[in-house]
């Protein structure tokens, strides 16, 4: 959603001579009458108005086309899963866990399931990194990528 300040519009508007600068306490007709005004601008009125509101809009607006010109051209370029097995060993300081590192055996590795790792890589180098527990909710997120 693009957001422009209220001060913002009513800077806009100024530029047709048309004052919005309108609040709770404004009486009906006043609403009334600038509403039939408005929808009896000229078509001169609209382009500056419009040229108004782009401007002091811009910069919502750019951070808009950004975020949909990313979400248009992005697509994913690579999807890696690596289920992950093996047995877990836990320590308290770094002498004991180098000790152990000294004696595991990865060319004959065992161990039950312990999770899936998830990299997804897109096109603008976006990267999703995620761990999940078991195949159901991997799928699940992979089928909410889809949509």
């Known amino acids: 959603m693009i957001y422009i300040p209220y001060r913002d519009v009513v800077a806009a508007f100024k530029e047709i001579d048309f004052d919005v600068a309108f609040d709770e ?63 877990r060993y836990e320590f308290e300081s770094i002498d004991d866990a180098l000790t152990k590192l000294n004696t595991v055996d990865i060319d004959r590795p065992s161990g039950e399931f312990e999770r899936f790792e998830v990299i997804i890589d897109y096109s603008n180098s976006d990267t999703i990194r995620a761990t999940f527990q078991n195949k159901i909710l991997l799928a699940d997120f992979l089928r909410k990528l889809k949509n």
Do not use: W
Not at 39 to 66: H, Y
Not at 71 to 80: G, Y
């Open 25 to 87: 306490k404004t009486a009906d007709e006043i609403y009334t009458a600038a509403s039939k005004r408005l929808a009896g601008l000229n078509s001169s009125d609209k382009n500056k108005l419009r040229l108004a509101l782009m401007r002091v809009s811009k910069q919502e607006v750019d951070r808009f086309m950004d975020t949909l010109r990313n979400c248009l051209h992005r697509f994913i370029s690579q999807i890696i899963i690596m289920p992950l097995f093996g047995t």
